[in-house]
């Protein structure tokens, strides 16, 4: 079974759509995958003159969730998922404005680059915390999908409200010492969410 997700940073949507195809276990099982494994640069946003018709909107990341259920591993009175999790940047629709990224200085640029690293972290950070829910979790056997699609609608609510407090905390205006807090958040967080692997 392959769920998407779609989150859009800046302004918010969700996409959801199903595949009910159970995959043939890998040695992928169990981690999350990000695509790409790295710090974002700008080469990774498409040049566009307006973002999503706001000319407030300097630069957007857009990241997709696609979790496949690996393996449905069945006991006497539950069943556990084997899943994995890819977080990939949807770089089609992830965007820096031609304006801003002609005529703004080089460490404006970087700030703002920064930033949107941020936004792609909490992405990764939603990927752990789903596969740990769902290696803790017992599914019943015939409700297994439900009780799934619970966890990762919980995860993705977090989602945007993390993402919406990362904007309001530390832009609008800039403020150099919010960001470095998210900063430390996102290094702790994801080396927590890691070691419960």
């Known amino acids: 079974m392959k769920l998407y997700f779609l989150l859009f940073f800046g302004w918010k949507m969700m996409f959801a759509a199903t595949d009910l195809s159970l995959n043939t ?13 790295r710090r974002l640069v700008w080469d990774d946003f498409k040049k566009v003159d ?17 979790i496949d259920i690996l393996k449905i591993n069945e006991n006497k009175e539950y069943v556990t998922l084997d899943i994995a999790v890819k977080i990939n940047l949807h770089k089609e629709l992830s965007q820096v404005k031609n304006d801003f990224f002609n005529t703004k200085d ?7 680059l920064h930033h949107e690293n941020g936004h792609f972290l909490i992405a990764q950070i939603i990927g752990h915390r789903i ?29 945007k409200r993390l993402d919406s407090q990362y904007d309001a905390q530390s832009t609008k205006p800039h403020k150099p010492e919010m960001q470095a807090r998210w900063d430390s958040f996102f290094e702790s967080e994801l080396k927590s969410l890691k070691q419960e692997l």
Request: glycine share 2%.
């Open 25 to 37: 276990p890998t040695k992928t099982e169990g981690i999350v995958l990000i695509h790409p494994n």
């Open 106 to 112: 080089e460490q404006t640029k970087k700030r703002v």
């Open 50 to 66: 307006i973002i999503s018709n706001r000319s407030t909107i300097n630069a957007i990341t857009q990241s997709t969730c696609v």
């Open 131 to 159: 596969l740990n829910a769902v290696n803790k979790f017992k599914f019943e056997k015939k409700n297994h999908r439900s009780q799934l699609n619970n966890i990762i609608r919980e995860n993705f609510k977090d989602w």
